[in-house]
């Protein structure tokens, strides 16, 4: 430790003075991504997106894995050089403990280990889904509790009700596929490359999104299917193609607008039976698909019509990023919810 860093910490021991840097290591994914958050502000947020995985229409775990053991090192070393601060001044460092991909989990769950070991800094495990809901608070406006989240990305679509940061209750899940994965599946029908939720939302802007429908699986409650309008979409794209070759080509924009239509239509749906049911009218989305500029529209049209207090991130916190890890971090700093070095990594929390 430096002479600069111990008197420093003499002063916050004495005077009692909150000054925590919190390092936020996410490799839950195919992205490499830390961040520096100094008493709940932002300093910095670095993401290394890995490549590789467009060739291959998807996420390869092994090629994701060794992606992250070759970006973390340089990937930390940037975000704490952006935050103009030293290794020696980190006072917590935070990692995604899970849900997602056990080879890449390992990798930052490690790294975050070795660096609270090496530093004697208290390690904080993250759940990454909570973290896409804590992303809310990282800028203004924050949501006051309780409010509604509906959170939406590559592997979940949940209804949540957060009643504080750490107190939620689930209102509605997906029996099957999640909503960025009916995305996904739904570009590779239409041929296009991976990730495919970010084209159909580019390609919708000059479509009709009334032109074609879909039969979607209407689920009771607040849970929902995804897996029956894959299929249809497959059986649809294939009976026209039968005919007309140039089908998809000719008709692409039409084609992804109403198939983001039949998707945001069935998820706003949903939102709105939780909202009269629970009462609350404060409504937050979270998560890689609330990118999907036709939904995030969408819930202001409703807003406006039903008056919502909404809350929509900003897009570099939607999709996967180590901002929300740092966030979501800190809230556990402030509440001392730290980690042992026996916390392991699990990709399905
Ligand atoms: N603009 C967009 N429109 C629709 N879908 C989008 C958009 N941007 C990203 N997505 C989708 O979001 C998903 C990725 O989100 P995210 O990174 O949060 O998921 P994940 O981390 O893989 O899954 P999880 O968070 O459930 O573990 C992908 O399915 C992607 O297609
Ligand atoms: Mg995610």
């Known amino acids: 430790m430096s002479r600069f860093s111990t008197f420093v910490n003499f002063f916050v021991t004495v005077f009692k003075i909150e000054m925590t840097y919190i390092l936020g290591i996410e490799t839950s994914c195919d992205e490499t991504a830390a961040a520096v958050m100094y008493n709940g502000h932002l300093l910095s947020n670095?993401?290394?997106t890995q490549k590789?995985?467009?060739?291959?229409?998807?996420?390869?775990?092994?090629?994701?894995?060794?992606?992250?053991?070759?970006?973390?090192?340089?990937?930390?070393?940037?975000?704490?050089?952006?935050a103009n601060i030293s290794k020696y001044q980190v006072n917590a460092v935070a990692f995604t403990q899970g849900p997602g991909l056990l080879g890449s989990?390992?990798?930052?769950?490690?790294?975050?280990?070795?660096?609270?070991?090496?530093?004697?800094?208290?390690?904080?495990?993250?759940?990454?889904?909570?973290?896409?809901?804590?992303?809310?608070?990282?800028?203004?406006?924050?949501?006051?509790?309780?409010?509604?989240?509906?959170?939406?990305?590559?592997?979940?679509?949940?209804?949540?009700?957060m009643k504080d940061y750490f107190d939620k209750e689930l209102l509605g899940t997906t029996l099957d596929d999640a909503v960025g994965e009916a995305f996904d599946k739904a570009a590779k029908i239409l041929g296009l490359p991976y990730p495919g939720g970010p084209m159909i939302d580019k390609l919708s802007?000059?479509?009709?999104?009334?032109?074609?429908k879909f039969p979607v699986s209407q689920v009771d409650g607040l849970n929902f299917s995804f897996s029956g309008i894959k299929t249809s979409?497959?059986?649809?794209?294939?009976?026209?193609?039968?005919?007309?070759?140039?089908?998809?080509?000719?008709?692409?924009?039409?084609?992804?607008?109403?198939?983001?239509?039949?998707?945001?239509?069935?998820?706003t749906d949903k939102l709105l039976v939780a909202v009269n049911k629970t009462?609350?009218?404060?409504?937050?989305?979270?998560?890689?698909?609330?990118?999907?500029?036709?939904?995030?529209?969408?819930?202001?049209?409703?807003?406006?019509?039903?008056?919502?207090?909404i809350f929509?991130?900003?897009?570099?916190?939607?999709t996967d990023n180590a901002a929300m890890i740092a966030m979501s971090g800190y809230l556990k700093y402030r509440t001392g919810q730290f980690s042992s070095q026996e916390v392991v990594a699990q990709p399905s929390i």
Not at 54 to 78: C, D, F, M, T
Not at 205 to 212: A, S
Not at 237 to 259: E, P
């Open 46 to 48: 670095v993401i290394a």
């Open 52 to 82: 590789v995985h467009e060739q291959y229409g998807g996420v390869v775990p092994e090629l994701a894995s060794r992606a992250h053991q070759q970006n973390i090192v340089p990937v930390v070393a940037q975000a704490l050089s952006i």
């Open 105 to 161: 989990l390992l990798v930052g769950s490690s790294f975050a280990k070795a660096f609270a070991l090496a530093y004697n800094i208290p390690l904080i495990a993250v759940n990454h889904m909570e973290a896409h809901v804590h992303a809310h608070f990282i800028e203004e406006p924050k949501p006051e509790f309780p409010f509604i989240c509906l959170t939406v990305s590559g592997g979940h679509t949940e209804i949540l009700l």
């Open 205 to 212: 802007k000059t479509g009709n999104p009334l032109k074609y």
């Open 233 to 267: 979409i497959l059986y649809f794209v294939r009976d026209n193609l039968k005919t007309y070759a140039n089908f998809i080509q000719d008709n692409i924009a039409d084609l992804c607008a109403s198939i983001q239509h039949t998707l945001v239509k069935m998820l």
């Open 279 to 309: 009462g609350v009218n404060r409504v937050a989305i979270a998560g890689g698909v609330s990118a999907n500029t036709y939904l995030r529209d969408t819930l202001q049209q409703m807003s406006k019509i039903h008056g919502w207090e």
């Open 312 to 318: 929509i991130p900003k897009f570099e916190y939607c």
